[in-house]
């Protein structure tokens, strides 16, 4: 099946930092979703993607859809302290499956 | 007016016991799905029902037994439960069969079995 995997597993930053973080996949993919989840809740998404080279923004985030289609990247400006979570990347699986990647945990301090 | 709710949001419960897990939303979606997040925070897909049609079933124990009496509603069902049933379960809507839809998440349930 395909795989997604995400680097950094973690990050610890100072507010106001920008952060980086990407996700590649075994295999094309069609769309790129990236989503958050703040503790103790469900994830949400952020941004989709749908095109090859597409960079799409909101807010503060800025995610690309790599041109290999093959990978994709998620930019957070000028973090905050609510901008803590799991982010996790997402495509389409076989099947109508969504597959998630591990997932990256970002730690910010004020 | 939570659009995907879930209950309980924390369950713990003895190893052999039976349990059941609500989901419910109001957004006029047409899929649900169950999916599971173990201690490392990896989320696995166990199940999916589209208009009340199982369309995804992936290897999950038999103890495991979803059931959708309309498609605004899907339980999970799980009996005798083990050990390592123990983690977070998210139940999510979309509008469409899934892939490249946008699903909504509930808050989670988090099973804690002793």
């Known amino acids: 099946g395909q795989q997604l995997n995400q680097s950094p597993q973690s990050m610890f930053i100072q507010e106001g930092e920008d952060v980086s973080m990407n996700c590649t996949s075994s295999?094309?993919?069609?769309?790129w979703l990236w989503y958050k989840q703040d503790p103790g809740e469900g994830p949400v998404l952020l941004i989709a993607l749908y095109k090859a080279g597409e960079l799409t923004s909101n807010g503060r985030l800025t995610a690309q859809f790599g041109i290999t289609r093959k990978d994709s990247f998620l930019n957070i400006s000028a973090s905050i302290p609510s901008d803590v979570g799991i982010y996790f990347c997402?495509?389409?699986?076989?099947?109508?499956?969504?597959?998630f990647g591990k997932g990256t945990l970002l730690t910010v301090n004020p | 007016d939570t659009a995907v709710s879930q209950t309980p949001k924390y369950l713990v419960t003895q190893m052999g016991n039976d349990k059941s897990i609500k989901c419910e939303q109001n957004?006029?979606?047409?899929?649900m799905y169950w999916y599971k997040q173990d201690s490392k925070k990896f989320l696995k897909i166990m199940f999916s029902?589209?208009?009340?049609?199982?369309?995804i079933n992936e290897t999950v124990p038999n103890r495991f037994s979803p059931k959708s009496p309309d498609k605004a509603h899907l339980n999970l069902h799980i009996n005798s439960l083990e050990l390592g049933d123990s983690a977070v379960y998210f139940c999510?809507?979309?509008?469409?069969?899934?892939?490249?839809?946008?699903?909504?998440f509930g808050s989670g349930t988090q099973l804690s079995v002793l």
């Open positions: 295999s094309i993919f069609n769309t």
């Open positions: 029902y589209n208009n009340k049609e199982l369309i």
């Open positions: 997402a495509g389409p699986g076989s099947n109508y499956k969504l597959t």
């Open positions: 957004l006029g979606h047409d899929t």
């Open positions: 999510a809507s979309s509008h469409g069969k899934g892939g490249i839809e946008k699903l909504f």
